[in-house]
């Protein structure tokens, strides 16, 4: 799953939360850049998390 696919399904959760508000243009592209942050600050996470793991000793050297 990479960036895009993260930001998607973060955008529609967003834009489903407000369906009760009619958004204009502007509140949408908002959205996108909204969910496009959320999801760089995930796999920023994620990677760091990934990062840290201690590596088994088996699969040193590799």
């Not at 489903?16 to 204009?24: E, I, K, M, S």
């Not at 509140?27 to 908002?30: L, P, S, T």
């Given at each position: 799953m990479d960036i895009?696919?993260?930001a998607l399904t973060?955008?529609?959760q967003l834009v489903?939360?407000?369906?009760?508000?009619?958004?204009?243009d502007a509140?949408?592209?908002?959205l996108g850049r909204e969910a496009y942050r959320y999801a760089e600050?995930?796999?920023a996470a994620?990677?760091?998390y990934i990062r840290e793991q201690p590596v088994?000793?088996?699969e040193q050297g590799f």
């Open positions: 895009h696919d993260i973060l955008y529609t489903g939360a407000h369906r009760d508000t009619p958004q204009d509140a949408r592209i908002a600050a995930f796999v994620k990677d760091q088994p000793v088996n």
